[in-house]
């Protein structure tokens, strides 16, 4: 405080700290803004040329060092190894026309996408969180609790071939809406990598989704016994009765 009626100053460090922190903040804004940019214009580009080939190094360059962890959305970044495990499974079992859809697992799309992955370009994150719209019209905005009503919903339908998912909430209605997503967008013998809690196993079995045994971790730790469910036999993840 300076005089005895004034307004509450503050030192010259903590400004000194504060607009720091504000321009930090306004940087990453405007590189932000840049690469969802260039995303827009990559994609019209590839649309325009119908070009495959056309990878988008951009895109590859962001990495979930832009994207602190919100709890309030659930968010429990993956650690390193699980986000490369989960991207290499999804290169192993797909080619340049394959099309790939993250859902709710935003730390395996980034890794994917910086892999430079031949199917750069139809590879969609579908996520809550819009932060992750730098990646331009290839994030989809998504709410589990409306599991039909997406962007390009009528396009995807019944066409992709492999999911990596993992559901907001450890609930039966979560789990329960988000795979009416999965099967909406699955094609027929599409691929499906769900993780989730071990608690969830029943659900999971009735969408073919068995228990393997990988143990997806977490950046920050995570006190349930937190699984990893495919539907198919996978030479990394494999099944949990193989054992
Ligand atoms: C349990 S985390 C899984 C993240 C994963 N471990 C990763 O590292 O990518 C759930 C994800 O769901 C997203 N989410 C939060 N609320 C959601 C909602 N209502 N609908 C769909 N996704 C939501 C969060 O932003 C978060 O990315």
Partial sequence: MSGSDSEPELSAETLRILQQVMQEQ?????????????AEDRFDAVQDSNDSNNNNKDLSKITMDFFREDWQLSQFWYDENTSEQLAKEVLDNTDK???????SSPTAYVKLMSMNPPTQNNNFLFEYDTRFDVYGRQ??????????????APELKS?????????????EECLTKTLETVRFLLKEGGKVVLCTGAVMEPIALKDGLKMTQFFPGHQNGLSN???CYVNYKSERFPFKDQE
């Fill in 26 to 38: 306004q940087e990453q804004q405007e590189r932000f803004e840049q690469l969802r940019q260039q």
């Fill in 159 to 171: 066409s992709v071939d492999l999911i990596v998912v993992d559901p907001p909430f450890l609930s």
């Fill in 225 to 227: 016994d937190f699984r």
């Fill in 97 to 103: 026309d394959s099309l790939v859809c993250c859902i």
């Fill in 139 to 152: 994030f989809i905005h998504y709410d589990y609790s409306h599991p039909l009503e997406f962007r390009l």
